[in-house]
């Protein structure tokens, strides 16, 4: 009912996220809308009249133990509603994938780490883009988030995932998205003067569209460092969109 006012979801655990702040939302408001009548009607009883002494009084046991026993009611069953999710998307161990992408953040950057055609981070085939990530559709993508100075935070509202990246550690935060588009990535954390100028763009391709993106643009930076001379030379374009989309028949 409110969805007109959240940023599309395009993520495959965005409803249930969806739905606890719906239920939040509906009951925060109804709380708010009955504190402020309470307010008004009690300003205008006890308002100050001629003639009339003020009261002096200890207040209500029983009304004070409703008023604490109930909202922590709330609390707890907003907590077990939400330990599902939360669970699901930060605890449990993520979906397994092929398709692992190291994004470290910097003041004011995010820079995203391709592992190149031997699926591994550090080696010369590394191919890093700035402020820039494509990963395609309906694909589990493992994001391993760091930082190299200050905290940062991994948000990006369509997929409804936010994550810190932490100096001196390394996030695992996964994401699968269900449409293509591009999606903004805004550093969700103060992290210094430049930090409203931080933010990238995250395209999602459909696959075939993605194979094509990644063959085009993450082949540049093989140019035979790895093979070593080995004869074959660079890897064969399509070789290495294969490995990047995770897609194992072609
Ligand atoms: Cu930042």
Known sequence: MLDWWLPENVSTYGRDIDWLFHLIYWITGITAILVFAVMVAFLVMYRDRPGRRARYTHGNTTLEIVWTVVPSLILVVLTFLSAPAWSRIKIQ????????????AKQFNWQITYPGADGKFGTADDKT??????????KVVHVRL?????????????????QDAVPGREIVQW????????????????????HSGMKGWIYVHGAEDYQKWAAENLTAAVP???????????????????????TTKR
């Open 93 to 104: 161990a993520p979906p397994s994938s092929d398709f692992v992408l190291q994004v470290t």
């Open 129 to 138: 883009l700035l402020d820039e990530m494509h990963v395609p559709a309906n």
């Open 146 to 162: 760091r930082s190299e100075d200050v905290i940062h935070s991994f948000f990006v509202p369509q997929f409804r995932m936010k």
């Open 175 to 194: 994401f699968e998205a269900t449409k293509p588009g591009k999606y903004e990535l805004p550093c969700a954390e103060l992290c210094g003067f430049g």
């Open 224 to 246: 035979g460092a790895t093979d070593d001379g080995k004869a074959e030379g660079p890897k064969p374009a399509a070789a290495l969109a294969a490995t990047m989309g995770g």
